[in-house]
Structure formats: C-alpha cells, structure tokens
C-alpha cells in the first residue's frame, strides 16, 4: 500500500511540474516564476524563446519526482531520500536558472 501512495503523489507532482512547463512553453504572454508576480511584455525581448526556457526549466525540475517513482518500485527509502535531496536542492537551483533566464531575455533599455 505504501507503495501505491507513493506512485501516486510522485506521479501527480510529476505530472504537475510537467504541465507547468508545457503550459509556460504554450504560453503567449511571458511566463512568471514566483506565484502572484508578473512579468510584463515590455520586459522581454522574445517572449518564445523566454518561456520555452522556463518550460524546460519546470520539466527538468519534475524529472526529480518521476525519477523518485521509479526509484520507490525498487527501494521506498532510496527513493524519499532521492526526493528530498532533489525537490529541497532543486529549489536554490530554480532560482538560480530563473535569474539567469529573465537576464538573458530581459530588454534593454
């Protein structure tokens, strides 16, 4: 049974996080990052290339929890320890990436 829960909610997470890059590569206006913030039109240079690189951003960020899916079939506390390093590492790491992306296609003025 813990299994299953497990797959479920890595599952549903990945799918999450992989639905949120889809959605910002899809997406015609910019995408944002933190939750509540925007991110105007006029600040980007090229919309397209700016939110495909936050929608590869958000899939490579959920390949933390299809891989602890995978990983919890085998060996469930490998797994959560490979889920928690990932999700809490991860998070300095998108803030980083994020940064670097709004630098890149940020407008000069």
């Known amino acids: ?16 996080f992989t639905g949120l890059g889809v959605y910002a590569m899809r ?13 105007s039109e006029r600040e980007i240079s090229d919309i397209p290339a700016y939110n495909r690189a936050n929608g590869i951003m958000w899939i490579l ?7 602890a899916a995978v990983f919890g079939i ?4 490998a797994a959560g320890t490979f889920l928690a390093v990932g999700t809490l590492g991860g998070i300095p790491i998108l803030v980083i990436a994020y940064k670097k992306i709004y ?4 407008r000069e003025r």
């Not at 049974?1 to 799918?15: E, Q, S, Y």
């Not at 960020?61 to 891989?67: E, I, K, P, R, T």
């Not at 630098?103 to 940020?106: E, L």
């Open 27 to 39: 997406r015609k206006k910019p995408m944002w990052f933190w939750s509540g913030s925007t991110v």
């Open 74 to 77: 085998f060996r469930l506390d």
């Open 103 to 106: 630098a890149k296609y940020k």
């Open 61 to 67: 960020y959920s390949l933390v929890f299809w891989g």
């Open 1 to 16: 049974m813990d299994k299953i829960i497990w797959l479920v909610v890595t599952i549903l997470c990945g799918a999450f």
